[in-house]
């Protein structure tokens, strides 16, 4: 059982380019979540699935897009990165009691 | 929408004794409130957590105490180990949305030997 896991651990982008992250579950979750991580800001909630095919806006859902086109995986897509993006981004999955089970995490640095 | 406050943003301990961090949210109809301990580089885990219909949990050297009238929550934990340094997260949940968990801003405990 390799819970919750997360592709790439760690990726550079310049301003303007796009990339997705990929999480993955092998718990046959249904819900699903994507967080950022910022110095002092705690965790924020960008985007999140109750469900294959199902998307919902979290807290701040600007500048990203998901996908769960398999209930295993949950994409994060960033169409035109930008500085502000620059965090450590964190997918979660929800298992029964409500309890979120989380992957370790995708440090994204925009330049 | 909730919001979850958590003081403080970081606790110094000896090695042996006990800590506190506290947490007060927003929203009476919070009903989850979790426990998450942060490794460096690694994602939170979670440690401990309390339902509002129970005023108190324990977990060997870890307690969560709720008070739903004044709505703050807290983490105690006893004769503290070096293993125990990280970050912990509170964080609050409102029944039959999807689970969507507000977090606080993190305490960073260290423990000294």
């Known amino acids: 059982n390799a819970g919750v ?5 760690f990726r550079v982008l310049k301003t303007g380019q796009s990339m997705t992250l990929l999480c993955a579950q092998d718990m046959n979750h249904e819900y699903m979540y994507w967080y950022r ?3 002092g800001m705690g965790l924020r909630l960008i985007h999140y699935s109750v469900g294959e095919g199902t998307t919902a806006k979290g807290e701040v859902p600007d500048g990203y897009n998901v996908s769960r086109l398999k209930k295993q995986n ?3 897509g960033l169409e035109s990165a930008a500085p502000s993006q620059t965090s450590v ?3 979660a999955s929800r298992g029964p009691r409500e309890t979120q089970y989380f992957g370790p995490g995708t440090r994204l640095l925009v330049l | 929408g909730e919001n979850v406050e958590q003081h403080p943003s970081t606790l110094s301990v000896q090695e042996g004794d006990s800590a ?3 947490c007060t949210y927003s ?3 919070s009903n989850y409130f979790p426990w998450y301990k942060q490794e460096l580089g690694k994602g939170p885990q979670l440690i401990i957590d309390i339902r509002s219909n129970v005023g108190e949990k324990k ?3 870890i307690a969560v105490t709720l008070n739903k009238t004044a709505k703050h929550f807290s983490l105690h934990i006893t004769e503290t180990q070096p293993e125990d340094s990280a970050v912990y997260f509170c964080a609050a949940s409102i029944g039959g949305t999807a689970s969507k968990l507000t977090f606080g801003t993190g305490t960073r405990l260290q423990v000294t030997l």
């Open chain 1, 89 to 91: 981004y964190f997918c």
């Open chain 1, 5 to 9: 896991t997360q592709t790439p651990k």
């Open chain 2, 59 to 61: 977990d060997q050297r």
């Open chain 2, 20 to 22: 506190v961090i506290k």
């Open chain 1, 74 to 76: 949950f994409l994060l």
């Open chain 2, 27 to 29: 929203d009476s109809a």
């Open chain 1, 37 to 39: 991580q910022d110095p």
